[in-house]
């Protein structure tokens, strides 16, 4: 019987990354890395990688095949233990991620990957408008989180009923993106919400963006969205910095386009939330 050390190698990678999207559920920190959304799917993937690890463990062994003449062709030939520059490759390819997920604590998105990204105070508006999207275009994504149409309109008429403007986990996208498509109407309410700090280097001293990350499937996709703010005391408030505030929405210009902006009239530092991302919102179709 000859050991097949390959096939090894596959049992371990495979019951290591059933092992780690395990560990992302049990530590709660699945989230950090994709749309809740997925969190079934990817609890799925775990119990099918250990499946196929354990199907690996009946490739471990074969028969030895019965010795016969050597032929030319046969003597050169490379020997079959002997793992390929490429095979090399693939494990390797392999074994960075498992390194990195068990080793390395998950980083939520921050102001850094907002300027990498070349985040700006506009790329939010095409981003977040959920409600404006055709029946046609809502077909294509899947795994999202969808409501009825009452309870939608529901939720879009306290946008517009009540006094302040509570910015809560569950309505940030849809409010977001209906005060960024039309700010006049909202000049002069009052606005409460929370957020990361990211300074972009053409705003003035007393402003700074109060920002989201907002995730459609999975940490790739993630893009920017956030309320231009100002106030006094921004110069202090360092890069990253979650704050809580409360303001009033005003109008003003950036680069030439006028947009909306929140004078702060209180605010407070706090800990980073335990969901810190914000998800699309969709309609249920029928």
Not at 68 to 85: D, E
Not at 89 to 111: E, H, R, V
Not at 198 to 220: G, M, W, Y
Request: aromatic letters at 12%.
């Amino acid at each position: 019987m000859v050991f097949q050390s390959h096939h090894a190698f596959k049992a371990l990678a495979l019951t290591a990354f059933s092992l780690f999207f395990l560990k992302l559920h049990t530590g709660g920190t699945v989230t950090k890395y994709v749309n809740p959304s997925y969190a079934l799917l990817s609890l799925w993937a775990a119990y099918a990688f250990f499946f196929f690890g354990f199907i690996q463990l009946f490739r471990l062994w074969r028969r030895k095949n019965k010795p016969s003449l050597p032929s030319h062709s046969a003597c050169c030939q490379p020997s079959p233990t002997k793992p390929s520059g490429g095979r090399v490759i693939s494990y390797c390819i392999l074994i960075f991620p498992l390194l990195t997920g068990f080793f390395l604590p998950p980083q939520t998105l921050n102001a850094s990957i907002a300027a990498k990204k070349g985040a700006g105070l506009f790329m939010q508006q095409e981003a977040a408008i959920s409600d404006q999207l055709s029946p046609d275009h809502q077909e294509l994504v899947v795994d999202r989180k969808e409501i009825q149409q009452t309870e939608y309109n529901r939720r879009m008429s306290q946008l517009e009923k009540k006094r302040t403007i509570n910015m809560t986990h569950d309505v940030f996208e849809p409010y977001y993106g209906r005060i960024q498509a039309n700010p006049q109407k909202y000049v002069g309410r009052m606005i409460k919400m929370s957020g990361f700090v990211f300074k972009e280097n053409k705003l003035p001293d007393n402003q700074l963006v109060l920002s989201r990350f907002l995730i459609t499937h999975c940490v790739a996709d993630a893009s920017h969205i956030g309320f231009l703010t100002e106030f006094d005391k921004a110069p202090g408030i360092k890069q990253d910095t979650w704050l809580e505030i409360n303001g009033t929405i005003a109008l003003t210009s950036y680069n030439g386009v006028e947009m909306p902006v929140v004078q702060i009239t209180s605010w407070k530092e706090i800990t980073e939330p335990v969901e810190p991302y914000v998800y699309p919102l969709y309609i249920k179709i029928a």
